[in-house]
Protein backbone atom coordinates (compact mmCIF):
# COMPACT_ATOMS: atom_id res chain seq x y z
CA UNK A 1 0.00 0.00 0.00
CA UNK A 2 2.96 2.61 0.82
CA UNK A 3 4.65 1.83 -2.24
CA UNK A 4 1.66 1.27 -4.53
CA UNK A 5 -0.14 5.35 -3.28
CA UNK A 6 -3.08 3.73 -2.06
CA UNK A 7 -1.98 4.47 1.72
CA UNK A 8 -3.14 8.14 2.92
CA UNK A 9 -2.40 7.91 6.60
CA UNK A 10 0.92 6.43 8.29
CA UNK A 11 1.10 6.64 11.75
CA UNK A 12 4.61 5.63 13.26
CA UNK A 13 6.84 6.08 16.51
CA UNK A 14 9.86 8.69 16.00
CA UNK A 15 11.77 5.75 16.99
CA UNK A 16 10.94 3.98 14.22
CA UNK A 17 13.37 6.23 11.71
CA UNK A 18 16.28 4.57 13.31
CA UNK A 19 15.93 1.25 10.75
CA UNK A 20 17.58 2.65 7.46
CA UNK A 21 15.64 0.05 5.18
CA UNK A 22 12.34 1.83 6.61
CA UNK A 23 13.59 5.32 6.01
CA UNK A 24 14.71 3.93 2.07
CA UNK A 25 11.54 3.06 1.26
CA UNK A 26 9.40 5.82 2.55
CA UNK A 27 12.44 8.53 0.63
CA UNK A 28 10.58 6.31 -2.33
CA UNK A 29 6.73 7.87 -1.18
CA UNK A 30 5.89 11.58 -1.94
CA UNK A 31 4.72 12.42 1.18
CA UNK A 32 1.95 15.20 1.02
CA UNK A 33 2.42 15.90 5.25
CA UNK A 34 4.48 15.65 7.85
CA UNK A 35 2.55 15.71 10.94
CA UNK A 36 4.89 15.64 14.35
CA UNK A 37 3.24 15.29 17.49
CA UNK A 38 4.69 16.15 20.94
CA UNK A 39 7.17 18.04 18.53
CA UNK A 40 8.81 19.72 22.13
CA UNK A 41 10.78 16.79 22.26
CA UNK A 42 12.93 17.80 19.56
CA UNK A 43 14.58 20.81 21.70
CA UNK A 44 17.18 20.48 23.61
CA UNK A 45 15.86 23.14 26.03
CA UNK A 46 12.34 21.31 26.42
CA UNK A 47 10.72 19.20 29.20
CA UNK A 48 10.91 16.22 27.58
CA UNK A 49 13.74 16.00 25.29
CA UNK A 50 14.18 12.28 23.26
CA UNK A 51 16.82 12.33 20.53
CA UNK A 52 15.07 10.66 18.12
CA UNK A 53 12.97 13.61 17.35
CA UNK A 54 16.39 15.52 16.51
CA UNK A 55 16.34 13.37 13.27
CA UNK A 56 13.13 13.94 12.09
CA UNK A 57 14.36 17.30 11.18
CA UNK A 58 17.14 16.07 8.56
CA UNK A 59 14.93 13.47 7.36
CA UNK A 60 12.13 16.18 6.25
CA UNK A 61 14.65 17.76 4.41
CA UNK A 62 16.23 15.10 2.66
CA UNK A 63 12.90 13.47 1.54
CA UNK A 64 11.80 16.83 0.51
CA UNK A 65 8.54 17.26 2.44
CA UNK A 66 7.11 20.75 1.47
CA UNK A 67 4.36 20.16 4.14
CA UNK A 68 4.85 20.04 8.37
CA UNK A 69 2.65 20.25 11.03
CA UNK A 70 4.17 20.21 14.56
CA UNK A 71 2.04 19.89 17.41
CA UNK A 72 3.20 20.44 21.08
CA UNK A 73 0.73 21.86 24.02
CA UNK A 74 3.72 22.50 26.51
CA UNK A 75 6.26 24.72 24.49
CA UNK A 76 7.90 28.00 25.93
CA UNK A 77 8.68 30.35 23.32
CA UNK A 78 12.79 29.03 23.65
CA UNK A 79 11.46 25.78 22.39
CA UNK A 80 8.70 27.22 19.92
CA UNK A 81 11.64 28.78 18.45
CA UNK A 82 13.70 25.88 18.33
CA UNK A 83 10.76 23.94 16.93
CA UNK A 84 10.56 26.42 14.05
CA UNK A 85 14.24 26.80 13.29
CA UNK A 86 14.61 22.77 12.97
CA UNK A 87 11.49 22.63 10.48
CA UNK A 88 11.83 26.13 8.58
CA UNK A 89 8.70 27.02 9.79
CA UNK A 90 7.85 31.21 9.56
CA UNK A 91 7.04 33.13 12.90
CA UNK A 92 4.34 34.44 11.01
CA UNK A 93 3.22 30.49 10.48
CA UNK A 94 2.95 29.29 14.34
CA UNK A 95 -0.46 29.22 15.44
CA UNK A 96 -0.70 29.43 19.37
CA UNK A 97 -3.69 28.59 20.84
CA UNK A 98 -4.47 30.32 24.19
CA UNK A 99 -2.97 27.81 27.62
CA UNK A 100 -5.38 28.99 30.03
CA UNK A 101 -8.37 26.64 31.13
CA UNK A 102 -10.63 28.47 33.20
CA UNK A 103 -12.02 25.43 35.57
CA UNK A 104 -8.43 24.72 36.49
CA UNK A 105 -7.96 26.15 39.94
CA UNK A 106 -3.85 26.67 41.15
CA UNK A 107 -3.04 26.56 44.66
CA UNK A 108 0.18 26.11 46.57
CA UNK A 109 0.37 25.35 49.94
CA UNK A 110 3.98 25.12 51.71
CA UNK A 111 4.66 22.99 54.50
CA UNK A 112 6.93 20.94 55.61
CA UNK A 113 8.18 17.59 54.72
CA UNK A 114 6.91 15.67 57.65
CA UNK A 115 3.31 17.44 57.53
CA UNK A 116 2.42 16.39 54.02
CA UNK A 117 0.89 12.82 54.51
CA UNK A 118 -1.73 14.64 57.14
CA UNK A 119 -2.08 17.75 54.79
CA UNK A 120 -3.10 15.42 51.87
CA UNK A 121 -5.38 13.21 54.16
CA UNK A 122 -7.43 16.72 54.83
CA UNK A 123 -7.23 17.69 51.32
CA UNK A 124 -8.67 14.15 50.42
CA UNK A 125 -11.31 14.49 53.07
CA UNK A 126 -12.64 17.58 52.41
CA UNK A 127 -13.10 17.50 48.47
CA UNK A 128 -15.33 14.07 49.10
CA UNK A 129 -15.06 11.51 46.55
CA UNK A 130 -14.00 12.27 43.01
CA UNK A 131 -11.30 10.61 40.92
CA UNK A 132 -7.73 11.81 41.87
CA UNK A 133 -4.23 11.71 40.86
CA UNK A 134 -1.47 12.26 43.29
CA UNK A 135 1.90 12.58 41.54
CA UNK A 136 5.34 11.67 43.27
CA UNK A 137 8.30 11.76 42.58
CA UNK A 138 9.83 8.60 44.14
CA UNK A 139 8.63 4.89 44.12
CA UNK A 140 8.77 3.47 47.46
CA UNK A 141 6.73 7.11 47.75
CA UNK A 142 4.14 5.68 45.65
CA UNK A 143 3.52 2.56 47.55
CA UNK A 144 4.27 4.04 51.21
CA UNK A 145 1.53 7.04 50.56
CA UNK A 146 -0.98 4.26 48.73
CA UNK A 147 -0.67 2.32 51.89
CA UNK A 148 -1.01 5.64 54.19
CA UNK A 149 -4.19 6.71 52.42
CA UNK A 150 -5.49 3.23 52.55
CA UNK A 151 -5.42 2.56 55.70
CA UNK A 152 -7.23 5.85 56.21
CA UNK A 153 -10.00 4.16 54.03
CA UNK A 154 -9.47 5.57 50.67
CA UNK A 155 -9.76 3.32 47.25
CA UNK A 156 -6.03 4.15 46.76
CA UNK A 157 -3.43 2.47 44.65
CA UNK A 158 0.34 2.83 43.82
CA UNK A 159 1.25 3.13 39.86
CA UNK A 160 4.87 3.60 38.88
CA UNK A 161 7.42 1.63 36.45
CA UNK A 162 8.23 -1.07 39.27
CA UNK A 163 5.41 -2.82 39.18
CA UNK A 164 4.67 -5.68 36.67
CA UNK A 165 3.12 -4.19 33.18
CA UNK A 166 0.16 -6.55 33.75
CA UNK A 167 -0.45 -5.15 37.16
CA UNK A 168 -0.02 -1.59 36.00
CA UNK A 169 -2.96 -2.33 33.21
CA UNK A 170 -4.98 -3.86 36.19
CA UNK A 171 -4.87 -0.30 38.21
CA UNK A 172 -4.78 2.05 35.19
CA UNK A 173 -8.29 0.09 33.69
CA UNK A 174 -9.48 -0.20 37.69
CA UNK A 175 -8.91 3.72 37.99
CA UNK A 176 -10.54 4.38 34.48
CA UNK A 177 -13.64 2.45 35.05
CA UNK A 178 -13.95 3.86 38.73
CA UNK A 179 -13.17 1.15 41.06
CA UNK A 180 -10.15 2.93 42.17
CA UNK A 181 -10.45 6.69 43.14
CA UNK A 182 -7.34 7.53 43.85
CA UNK A 183 -3.86 6.53 41.90
CA UNK A 184 -0.49 7.87 44.00
CA UNK A 185 1.99 8.04 40.83
CA UNK A 186 5.28 8.62 39.91
CA UNK A 187 5.31 10.57 36.29
CA UNK A 188 5.04 6.85 34.39
CA UNK A 189 1.20 7.29 34.77
CA UNK A 190 -0.50 9.37 32.33
CA UNK A 191 0.39 9.58 28.88
CA UNK A 192 -2.27 8.43 27.30
CA UNK A 193 -4.91 8.97 30.10
CA UNK A 194 -8.10 10.54 29.28
CA UNK A 195 -10.66 10.29 31.78
CA UNK A 196 -12.92 13.08 31.49
CA UNK A 197 -13.93 13.53 35.58
CA UNK A 198 -10.85 13.93 37.29
CA UNK A 199 -11.58 16.38 40.13
CA UNK A 200 -7.97 16.63 41.67
CA UNK A 201 -4.69 16.52 40.57
CA UNK A 202 -2.22 16.85 43.74
CA UNK A 203 1.75 16.87 43.44
CA UNK A 204 2.54 15.32 46.89
CA UNK A 205 6.49 16.46 45.69
CA UNK A 206 7.55 19.06 43.19
CA UNK A 207 7.49 18.64 39.46
CA UNK A 208 10.29 18.68 37.78
CA UNK A 209 9.36 21.69 35.60
CA UNK A 210 6.47 24.00 35.02
CA UNK A 211 5.97 22.03 32.01
CA UNK A 212 5.50 18.68 33.55
CA UNK A 213 2.95 21.00 36.27
CA UNK A 214 1.11 22.02 33.40
CA UNK A 215 0.79 18.48 31.60
CA UNK A 216 -0.29 16.53 34.66
CA UNK A 217 -2.67 19.34 35.90
CA UNK A 218 -4.08 19.07 32.71
CA UNK A 219 -5.53 15.63 33.17
CA UNK A 220 -7.75 17.29 35.58
CA UNK A 221 -11.59 18.61 34.72
CA UNK A 222 -11.65 17.46 30.89
CA UNK A 223 -15.15 17.59 31.35
CA UNK A 224 -15.32 21.79 32.02
CA UNK A 225 -15.95 20.91 35.27
CA UNK A 226 -14.77 22.86 38.29
CA UNK A 227 -10.70 21.09 39.27
CA UNK A 228 -8.90 21.22 42.09
CA UNK A 229 -5.01 21.70 41.46
CA UNK A 230 -2.40 21.52 44.23
CA UNK A 231 1.23 21.47 44.60
CA UNK A 232 2.31 20.72 48.81
CA UNK A 233 4.97 22.66 48.13
CA UNK A 234 8.60 21.98 50.74
CA UNK A 235 12.00 22.88 49.98
CA UNK A 236 13.45 19.83 50.66
CA UNK A 237 11.83 17.99 47.36
CA UNK A 238 14.59 19.89 45.18
CA UNK A 239 17.73 17.88 46.79
CA UNK A 240 15.82 14.71 45.35
CA UNK A 241 15.27 15.84 42.09
CA UNK A 242 18.81 17.65 41.67
CA UNK A 243 20.03 14.79 42.55
CA UNK A 244 18.24 13.18 39.92
CA UNK A 245 20.33 15.34 37.20
CA UNK A 246 23.30 15.60 38.49
CA UNK A 247 23.07 11.72 38.83
CA UNK A 248 21.99 11.17 34.92
CA UNK A 249 24.95 13.26 33.71
CA UNK A 250 27.72 10.81 32.45
CA UNK A 251 30.84 10.72 33.66
CA UNK A 252 34.10 11.89 31.53
CA UNK A 253 35.34 8.72 32.22
CA UNK A 254 31.90 6.73 31.58
CA UNK A 255 31.11 9.17 27.84
CA UNK A 256 35.30 7.86 26.87
CA UNK A 257 34.45 4.58 27.37
CA UNK A 258 31.36 4.99 25.31
CA UNK A 259 33.17 6.76 22.35
CA UNK A 260 36.13 4.53 22.26
CA UNK A 261 33.46 1.47 22.06
CA UNK A 262 32.06 3.06 19.31
CA UNK A 263 35.40 4.63 17.94
CA UNK A 264 37.49 2.06 18.21
CA UNK A 265 35.58 -0.95 15.71
CA UNK A 266 35.60 -2.24 12.73
CA UNK A 267 34.00 0.71 9.90
CA UNK A 268 30.88 -1.07 10.05
CA UNK A 269 29.46 -2.76 13.33
CA UNK A 270 25.83 -3.60 15.30
CA UNK A 271 25.19 -2.68 18.76
CA UNK A 272 22.49 -3.22 21.28
CA UNK A 273 21.39 0.26 23.46
CA UNK A 274 20.14 -1.97 26.24
CA UNK A 275 23.43 -3.94 26.23
CA UNK A 276 25.83 -0.81 26.36
CA UNK A 277 23.45 0.59 28.72
CA UNK A 278 24.50 -2.00 31.10
CA UNK A 279 28.28 -2.87 30.22
CA UNK A 280 28.84 1.21 30.26
CA UNK A 281 26.39 1.47 33.16
CA UNK A 282 24.79 4.04 31.47
CA UNK A 283 21.17 4.74 31.19
CA UNK A 284 19.93 3.62 27.57
CA UNK A 285 18.13 7.49 27.26
CA UNK A 286 21.32 8.58 28.07
CA UNK A 287 23.44 6.18 25.65
CA UNK A 288 20.30 7.27 23.06
CA UNK A 289 20.82 10.52 23.19
CA UNK A 290 24.78 10.43 23.01
CA UNK A 291 24.31 7.74 19.60
CA UNK A 292 21.71 11.17 18.33
CA UNK A 293 24.31 13.30 18.38
CA UNK A 294 27.14 11.15 16.64
CA UNK A 295 24.45 10.73 14.04
CA UNK A 296 23.57 14.13 13.89
CA UNK A 297 27.80 15.24 13.30
CA UNK A 298 27.89 12.49 10.50
CA UNK A 299 30.33 10.69 12.93
CA UNK A 300 27.83 7.55 12.71
CA UNK A 301 25.80 6.79 10.17
CA UNK A 302 23.33 4.43 10.48
CA UNK A 303 22.48 1.52 8.17
CA UNK A 304 19.66 0.13 9.70
CA UNK A 305 18.71 -2.61 12.29
CA UNK A 306 17.83 -6.26 13.09
CA UNK A 307 17.01 -8.52 15.89
CA UNK A 308 19.79 -10.78 17.28
CA UNK A 309 17.35 -12.97 18.80
CA UNK A 310 13.82 -14.67 19.75
CA UNK A 311 11.76 -15.86 22.36
CA UNK A 312 10.00 -19.05 21.20
CA UNK A 313 6.56 -20.65 22.37
CA UNK A 314 5.85 -24.26 21.64
CA UNK A 315 2.28 -24.74 20.91
CA UNK A 316 2.77 -28.53 20.18
CA UNK A 317 4.67 -31.04 21.62
CA UNK A 318 8.33 -31.34 19.92
CA UNK A 319 7.65 -35.08 18.82
CA UNK A 320 4.84 -33.45 16.82
CA UNK A 321 6.57 -30.76 15.36
CA UNK A 322 8.99 -32.79 13.56
CA UNK A 323 6.42 -35.24 12.08
CA UNK A 324 6.10 -35.39 8.55
CA UNK A 325 9.30 -33.20 7.28
CA UNK A 326 11.94 -34.70 5.37
CA UNK A 327 15.11 -36.32 7.33
CA UNK A 328 17.24 -33.13 6.38
CA UNK A 329 14.31 -30.99 7.14
CA UNK A 330 13.79 -32.70 10.38
CA UNK A 331 17.55 -32.86 11.37
CA UNK A 332 17.75 -28.83 11.08
CA UNK A 333 14.23 -28.83 13.02
CA UNK A 334 15.59 -30.85 16.09
CA UNK A 335 19.00 -28.91 16.34
CA UNK A 336 17.72 -25.47 15.93
CA UNK A 337 15.11 -26.55 19.17
CA UNK A 338 17.94 -27.52 20.87
CA UNK A 339 20.06 -24.34 21.38
CA UNK A 340 16.68 -23.12 22.68
CA UNK A 341 17.34 -21.99 26.33
CA UNK A 342 14.16 -22.41 28.39
CA UNK A 343 12.62 -19.06 30.57
CA UNK A 344 9.77 -19.48 32.19
CA UNK A 345 7.25 -21.00 30.25
CA UNK A 346 9.50 -19.66 26.87
CA UNK A 347 12.52 -20.20 25.05
CA UNK A 348 14.91 -17.81 23.77
CA UNK A 349 17.57 -18.34 20.67
CA UNK A 350 20.06 -16.40 19.73
CA UNK A 351 20.25 -16.62 15.87
CA UNK A 352 23.92 -16.24 15.48
CA UNK A 353 24.89 -19.03 17.90
CA UNK A 354 22.11 -21.40 16.21
CA UNK A 355 23.52 -20.53 12.88
CA UNK A 356 26.69 -21.35 13.58
CA UNK A 357 25.56 -24.55 15.00
CA UNK A 358 23.33 -25.65 13.12
CA UNK A 359 25.93 -24.75 9.95
CA UNK A 360 23.26 -23.07 8.42
CA UNK A 361 22.52 -18.80 7.92
CA UNK A 362 20.78 -16.76 10.19
CA UNK A 363 18.24 -16.29 7.01
CA UNK A 364 17.80 -19.82 6.95
CA UNK A 365 16.98 -20.02 10.80
CA UNK A 366 14.40 -16.89 10.47
CA UNK A 367 12.32 -18.58 7.65
CA UNK A 368 12.65 -22.08 9.48
CA UNK A 369 10.65 -20.59 12.45
CA UNK A 370 8.69 -18.54 10.42
CA UNK A 371 7.21 -21.47 8.46
CA UNK A 372 6.65 -24.00 11.62
CA UNK A 373 5.15 -20.86 13.46
CA UNK A 374 2.81 -20.56 10.11
CA UNK A 375 1.98 -24.35 10.64
CA UNK A 376 0.62 -23.61 13.95
CA UNK A 377 3.63 -25.44 16.18
CA UNK A 378 4.98 -22.14 17.71
CA UNK A 379 4.69 -18.42 17.85
CA UNK A 380 7.72 -16.41 17.63
CA UNK A 381 8.54 -12.56 19.20
CA UNK A 382 11.68 -11.56 17.87
CA UNK A 383 14.50 -9.83 20.46
CA UNK A 384 16.86 -8.19 21.09
CA UNK A 385 17.35 -5.70 18.45
CA UNK A 386 20.73 -4.26 17.25
CA UNK A 387 21.45 -0.79 15.62
CA UNK A 388 23.56 -1.11 12.27
CA UNK A 389 26.02 1.83 11.58
CA UNK A 390 29.01 2.94 9.48
CA UNK A 391 31.81 4.70 11.24
CA UNK A 392 33.47 7.73 9.81
CA UNK A 393 36.95 7.28 8.46
CA UNK A 394 38.12 10.50 9.83
CA UNK A 395 37.57 10.60 13.21
CA UNK A 396 38.64 7.69 15.31
CA UNK A 397 42.46 9.19 15.85
CA UNK A 398 40.17 12.57 17.60
CA UNK A 399 38.40 10.68 20.25
CA UNK A 400 39.34 13.49 22.87
CA UNK A 401 37.46 15.78 20.59
CA UNK A 402 34.13 13.94 20.01
CA UNK A 403 34.34 13.02 24.30
CA UNK A 404 34.79 16.98 24.63
CA UNK A 405 31.55 17.97 22.70
CA UNK A 406 29.38 15.07 24.06
CA UNK A 407 30.18 16.32 27.37
CA UNK A 408 29.60 20.01 26.66
CA UNK A 409 26.49 19.12 25.13
CA UNK A 410 25.40 16.96 28.43
CA UNK A 411 26.50 19.44 30.91
CA UNK A 412 24.49 22.05 28.88
CA UNK A 413 21.40 19.46 29.28
CA UNK A 414 22.18 19.52 33.10
CA UNK A 415 22.14 23.57 33.76
CA UNK A 416 18.55 23.31 32.00
CA UNK A 417 17.40 20.91 34.04
CA UNK A 418 18.50 22.98 37.13
CA UNK A 419 16.94 26.10 35.90
CA UNK A 420 13.45 24.07 35.64
CA UNK A 421 13.93 23.60 38.79
CA UNK A 422 14.65 26.59 39.48
CA UNK A 423 11.52 28.07 38.02
CA UNK A 424 9.43 26.03 39.65
CA UNK A 425 10.36 26.88 43.14
CA UNK A 426 10.08 30.67 41.96
CA UNK A 427 6.50 29.45 41.14
CA UNK A 428 5.69 28.33 44.44
CA UNK A 429 7.48 31.01 46.31
CA UNK A 430 5.39 33.87 43.92
CA UNK A 431 2.66 36.23 45.41
CA UNK A 432 1.37 37.03 42.24
CA UNK A 433 -1.41 35.63 40.46
CA UNK A 434 -0.29 31.48 39.73
CA UNK A 435 -2.59 31.29 36.18
CA UNK A 436 -0.72 34.46 35.00
CA UNK A 437 2.68 33.65 36.44
CA UNK A 438 1.87 30.26 34.19
CA UNK A 439 0.67 31.54 31.26
CA UNK A 440 3.62 34.54 31.21
CA UNK A 441 6.15 31.32 31.39
CA UNK A 442 4.48 30.25 28.16
CA UNK A 443 4.74 33.83 26.39
CA UNK A 444 0.95 34.53 27.07
CA UNK A 445 -0.15 37.63 28.84
CA UNK A 446 -3.29 38.21 30.64
CA UNK A 447 -4.90 41.58 31.24
CA UNK A 448 -6.42 41.07 34.88
CA UNK A 449 -5.77 37.85 37.65
CA UNK A 450 -7.93 34.66 37.48
CA UNK A 451 -9.41 35.57 40.28
CA UNK A 452 -9.87 31.82 41.55
CA UNK A 453 -6.58 30.67 42.13
CA UNK A 454 -4.77 30.21 46.16
CA UNK A 455 -2.82 33.19 45.89
CA UNK A 456 -5.70 35.33 44.39
CA UNK A 457 -7.95 33.67 47.01
CA UNK A 458 -5.73 34.79 49.76
CA UNK A 459 -4.55 37.76 48.42
CA UNK A 460 -0.86 37.64 48.59
CA UNK A 461 0.90 40.43 47.23
CA UNK A 462 4.75 39.15 48.78
CA UNK A 463 7.16 36.20 47.66
CA UNK A 464 7.47 33.57 50.67
CA UNK A 465 10.46 31.09 50.84
CA UNK A 466 9.34 27.49 50.91
CA UNK A 467 9.68 25.92 54.33
CA UNK A 468 12.77 23.63 54.28
CA UNK A 469 13.70 20.78 57.32
CA UNK A 470 17.34 20.67 58.48
CA UNK A 471 19.10 18.47 56.52
CA UNK A 472 21.12 15.95 58.29
CA UNK A 473 24.64 15.11 58.45
CA UNK A 474 25.73 11.85 56.72
CA UNK A 475 25.43 10.13 60.20
CA UNK A 476 28.18 7.42 62.28
CA UNK A 477 25.28 4.55 61.45
CA UNK A 478 24.78 5.53 57.24
CA UNK A 479 28.49 5.46 57.23
CA UNK A 480 28.27 1.96 58.75
CA UNK A 481 26.11 1.03 56.09
CA UNK A 482 28.43 2.63 53.41
CA UNK A 483 31.68 0.58 54.53
CA UNK A 484 29.92 -2.42 54.49
CA UNK A 485 28.40 -1.92 51.01
CA UNK A 486 32.06 -1.14 50.01
CA UNK A 487 33.25 -4.64 51.69
CA UNK A 488 30.33 -6.86 49.77
CA UNK A 489 32.28 -5.48 46.28
CA UNK A 490 29.68 -5.83 44.32
CA UNK A 491 30.43 -5.26 40.27
CA UNK A 492 27.85 -2.70 39.46
CA UNK A 493 29.36 -0.52 42.26
CA UNK A 494 32.99 -0.24 41.73
CA UNK A 495 33.45 3.30 41.01
CA UNK A 496 32.30 6.39 43.82
CA UNK A 497 29.91 7.66 40.74
CA UNK A 498 28.01 4.50 41.27
CA UNK A 499 28.03 4.17 44.56
CA UNK A 500 26.84 7.55 44.84
CA UNK A 501 24.18 7.06 42.40
CA UNK A 502 22.76 4.01 44.67
CA UNK A 503 22.76 5.84 48.00
CA UNK A 504 20.75 8.47 46.01
CA UNK A 505 18.34 6.16 45.07
CA UNK A 506 19.19 6.95 41.39
CA UNK A 507 18.40 3.33 39.73
CA UNK A 508 21.11 2.55 37.44
CA UNK A 509 21.77 -0.40 34.92
CA UNK A 510 24.51 -1.97 36.35
CA UNK A 511 23.07 -1.89 39.88
CA UNK A 512 19.41 -3.14 38.33
CA UNK A 513 21.01 -6.25 36.77
CA UNK A 514 22.82 -7.34 39.20
CA UNK A 515 19.09 -6.84 41.38
CA UNK A 516 20.51 -4.37 44.02
CA UNK A 517 17.78 -2.38 44.15
CA UNK A 518 16.01 -3.96 46.94
CA UNK A 519 19.42 -3.62 49.21
CA UNK A 520 18.62 -2.13 52.44
CA UNK A 521 21.35 0.71 51.59
CA UNK A 522 19.48 1.43 47.67
CA UNK A 523 18.57 4.90 48.32
CA UNK A 524 20.01 5.24 51.89
CA UNK A 525 20.97 9.08 51.48
CA UNK A 526 18.16 10.32 49.17
CA UNK A 527 17.94 13.24 50.73
CA UNK A 528 21.66 14.60 50.93
CA UNK A 529 23.01 16.18 48.10
CA UNK A 530 24.57 14.35 45.62
CA UNK A 531 28.04 16.12 45.61
CA UNK A 532 28.23 15.93 49.28
CA UNK A 533 27.73 11.81 48.90
CA UNK A 534 30.09 11.85 46.02
CA UNK A 535 32.61 13.22 48.11
CA UNK A 536 32.25 10.89 51.30
CA UNK A 537 32.44 7.84 48.55
CA UNK A 538 35.39 8.85 47.48
CA UNK A 539 37.02 9.72 50.34
CA UNK A 540 36.17 6.22 51.98
CA UNK A 541 37.35 4.32 48.52
CA UNK A 542 40.53 5.85 48.97
CA UNK A 543 41.03 4.96 52.80
Not at 110 to 124: F, N, T
Not at 278 to 284: E, H, L, S, V
Not at 303 to 329: F, K, N, V, Y
Not at 477 to 504: N, P, T
Amino acid sequence: ELESGTLRLLLIAPERFANAVFTERLARVQIALMAIDEAHCISEWGHNFRPDYLKLANLRRRWGVQRVLALTATATPQVASDIRAAFDIEPDDQVQTGFRRQNLHFFITPCHAKEREALLVSRLREAGEGPTIVYVTLQQTAEALAGRLSREGFNAKAYHAGLTDEWRKEVQDGFMSGRFQIIVATIAFGMGIDKADIRSVYHFNLPKSLENFVQESGRAGRDGAPAHCEILACANDRIVLENFVYGDSPSPQALRSLVEHLMLRGETFSISRYDLAGTKDIRPMVVATALAYLELDEILIPTGSHHAGCRIRLLQPEHRILAGHDPERRALIESLLSQAKESGFRMTIDLERAAEKTGTTITAVRETLRQLAELGDLTVQPTHLRQDYRRSPDVAADIPAVVSKLRQLFLRREESEILRLRQVIDFCETGDCLTRHLLSYFGESMEEDCGTCGNCLQKKTSSHSLPCSVIDDISVEDLLVIQALISEKHGALRQARQMARFLCGIISPAAARERLLTHDAFGLLAQVPFQTVLTQVESMLLT
